[in-house]
Nanobody, 125 residues
């Protein structure tokens, strides 16, 4: 089993920044595809960003491209999401997820085996 704990969420004004962190523990070597997803009230979960196992490739949803940056530290089994220029429509619960070992970037939630509990991000206008 793999456990994921997200942190860094909060309330911020539009235009502000937040940095989310996700720490993995358990049966993982820290060399898996990682992803961030989000879900707003009444909406489906949506893909936000993904990073390959070695950090060499990243993919972003069009809605966050140029504002969000995903990164990772395999020695710490951690993945991060730097969120800048936040908008009210970014308000959601954000979840990190673990994908296949030595995997490339993955956009589909079904490619991820383990999920965190989520951290709430609220952007006020």
């Amino acid at each position: 089993q793999v456990q994921l704990v997200e942190s860094g969420g909060g309330v911020v004004q539009a235009g502000g920044s937040l940095r989310l962190s996700c720490a993995a523990s358990g049966r993982t070597s820290g060399d898996n595809t990682m992803g961030w997803f989000r879900q707003a009230p009444g909406k489906e979960r949506e893909f936000v960003a993904t990073i390959s196992w070695n950090g060499g490739a990243t993919v972003y949803a069009d809605s966050v491209k140029g504002r969000f940056t995903i990164s990772r530290d395999n020695t710490k089994k951690a993945v991060y999401l730097q969120m800048n220029s936040l908008k009210p429509e970014d308000t959601a619960a954000y979840y990190c997820a673990v994908g296949p070992r030595y995997g490339d970037t993955r956009l589909a939630g079904t490619d991820y085996a383990y999920w965190g509990q989520g951290t709430q991000v609220t952007v006020s206008s």
